[in-house]
């Protein structure tokens, strides 16, 4: 969505690099993952301009979600574990020990370490939510992204242009299914975790695997 965006409506991250803390070893705002708290906290944006801008967001089912999140660990650490810390891109050095240790894990017990006996995990609440502020968010599924993204840009941008969203950031599991990845006790705990979730953005245990999506 953001090189879509970036390539033919000349829009721009926000903010457009990494903000650091004050002795430069930690992200505090994240160019690519911030949340509408910290972009309002950070003083890059007010609550007033978000009330007047068409603000979406892509959720995903947090079964598909978690997987995602523990294959990009893999992924990660295949292509760095060689490299000395002092090498690192400065946006991994502060965690990649703890990648490490993800990416030496079985799935299951992955989701166990990081998810057991929590009921608190909403990605809609970390990142859309917004301390005493009711700002209007256009949900766009992660499963139907090609289609709800088109929806959005021919209803914002007046337009009937031909919209192709491109493939990138690619860790998807090669199984036909991420149900396969599950044990009953895994998937057990991603239900409480994520319950406000599921429920709130009518997620289900049996839903199909996207088939069309970018990211």
Not at 21 to 38: F, M, P, Q, W
Request: overall charge positive; aromatic content about 12%.
């Amino acid at each position: 969505v953001a090189q879509f965006l970036t390539e033919h409506y000349k829009a721009r991250w926000l903010p457009t690099d990494h903000i650091w803390n004050k002795t430069g070893e930690r992200i505090v705002v994240d160019y690519k993952h911030a949340s509408l708290e910290k972009l309002v906290q950070h003083g890059l944006i007010t609550n007033q301009e978000l009330k007047r801008y068409q603000v979406a967001a892509v959720t995903r089912n947090p079964f598909d979600w978690v997987l995602s999140k523990y294959r990009y660990h893999h992924k990660v650490h295949q292509t760095y574990h060689n490299t000395p810390p002092a090498r690192l891109p400065a946006w991994l050095r502060g965690h990649f020990d703890d990648l490490s240790q993800a990416a030496g894990m079985t799935f299951e017990r992955y989701v166990i370490r990081n998810y057991s006996r929590r009921t608190d995990c909403s990605v809609h609440r970390r990142y859309i939510s917004l301390s005493g502020e009711t700002v209007a968010v256009r949900l766009l599924r992660f499963e139907s992204l090609q289609s709800d993204f088109e929806q959005l840009v021919w209803q914002t941008a007046a337009t009937d242009q031909a919209i192709k969203l491109p493939h990138t950031n690619t860790s998807r599991p090669t199984a036909s299914s991420w149900q396969e990845y599950y044990s009953p006790a895994a998937r057990h705990i991603i239900e409480e975790a994520f319950a406000a979730d599921l429920a709130s953005l009518n997620y289900h245990w049996r839903e199909a695997a996207p088939v069309d999506t970018a990211q």
